[in-house]
């Protein structure tokens, strides 16, 4: 499917307004959009797979000062993040796409697709968010299970693409299952989709894997000409509530994206541009998170282990786990003592844990012990 630059806009409106009427489910929590509202007092937060080192300090002082530039749009400074960026990862700015999040590229993306009454195929569980504005925008949704180690099934994806096939949705590492792919599998997946098909891989937790940046597809932007990557400063980088995120691919995608780009590509501020930047230069403080991560997953792993609890090692800042061992309304009684864990609908028979500091990650293996049957 080519991206069609003509009749974006107009579409793109309309979809907004539809979406308006059809509203949002709080049922995913943050990947709806909407916030499910925080309890009261200071409860310990494992549900959104926030990072609780962040932001860097080097980010809080630059943010400061770039404050005193608030008053000027941002513009000069976008193109310096992704000069910073384009340093970073090897590929031209004109390969990126800087967004509040990658929410907004997931979400044009879902548009894109649904707006031309295309279909959207995935395996499933994995983040909600295209799918859901692909399905609102009037997208067909075609999901393929996992494997049985819970990680995306390539040979199912490829036996389930079809000339109706718009675009593969691939999240590596997956949530909220937590696992990630031998890249060099991912790699000739990519390269095995048909060129009409377009291929968006999902990196948001990348630096939390086994193969960490190596294995990004990022090396094929300039090779395929249909795949887009989707990265977020959310995660590692530890600013999810400034909102910034990017897009990777070949230079006609980004100016394609881009064009459809209801904020002009301007919907990042001064603060989330510099403290991304900075963070960028500080790569000390990535390694630190990604190694107390490790930490405070240990305490969960030697848990499960004692009780028995089947869950998968994870390649992510969170944990996917089997519900059974636990009460069935383990995640409203762990609200009650001031811990949120996650449950979506359609998580039949897991729950997910953020990882949070390892005292945090102590106090949960002591509180939702209590729940065990
Ligand atoms: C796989 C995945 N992609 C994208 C996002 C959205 O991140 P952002 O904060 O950049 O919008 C999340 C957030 O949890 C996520 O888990």
Same mark, same amino acid.
């Given at each position: ?17 539809? *979406? ?46 770039? *404050? ?148 990004? *597809? ?115 009684? *762990? ?29 949960? /293996? ?6 065990? /049957?």
């Amino acid at each position: 499917m080519a991206i069609n630059r003509r009749e974006w806009i107009q579409q793109s409106l309309l979809a907004s307004a539809a *979406m308006l009427v059809a509203g949002t489910t709080g049922a995913y929590g943050c990947a709806s959009g909407i916030s499910e509202r925080r309890v009261e007092g200071s409860p310990l937060l494992l549900n959104w797979n926030e990072n609780p080192y962040g932001p860097a300090p080097s980010a809080l002082t630059a943010v400061g000062e770039a *404050m005193k530039n608030a008053n000027r749009y941002p513009d000069e400074y976008i193109a310096k993040l992704k000069e910073k960026l384009s340093k970073f990862y090897s590929v031209k700015p004109d390969n990126l796409l800087i967004t509040a999040g990658s929410t907004e590229v997931l979400s044009l993306l879902g548009q894109h697709v649904g707006l031309q009454k295309g279909e959207i195929l995935t395996a499933y569980p994995t983040f909600p968010t295209m799918i859901m504005f692909g399905e609102r925008a009037g997208a067909r949704i075609k999901k393929v299970d996992l494997d049985s180690e819970n990680r995306f099934d390539f040979n199912r994806l490829k036996n389930a693409i079809t000339d109706k096939t718009s675009l593969v949705f691939v999240c590596n590492p997956n949530n909220p299952t937590g696992t990630e792919v031998p890249t060099e599998e991912l790699k000739s997946f990519c390269r095995s989709v048909p060129e009409n098909v377009l291929i968006c891989v999902d990196e948001a937790y990348i630096e939390y894997s086994n193969a960490g940046l190596k294995g990004s *597809m990022v090396s094929l932007v300039n090779e395929l000409p249909n795949l887009i990557i989707c990265r977020t400063f959310s995660k590692t980088y530890g600013l999810a509530g400034l909102r910034i995120g990017f897009a990777i691919s070949n230079e006609a995608n980004i100016a394609a994206i881009r064009s459809r780009h209801l904020g002009f590509e301007l919907s990042a501020g001064w603060a989330p541009l510099v403290a991304a930047a900075t963070t960028v230069d500080d790569q000390d403080f990535i390694q630190m998170c990604v190694k107390k991560n490790n930490e405070g997953k240990q305490i969960v792993y030697d848990a499960y282990e004692k009780w028995g609890v089947e869950y998968n090692r994870s390649s992510t800042n969170f944990i996917y786990t089997r519900h059974d061992r636990f009460d069935k309304n383990v995640v409203a009684k *762990m609200k009650e003592r001031g811990i949120l864990i996650t449950k979506w609908p359609d998580m039949y028979n897991h729950i997910r844990i953020s990882v949070g500091k390892p005292g945090e990650m102590q106090t949960f /293996v002591e509180v939702i012990e209590e729940f065990l /049957v």
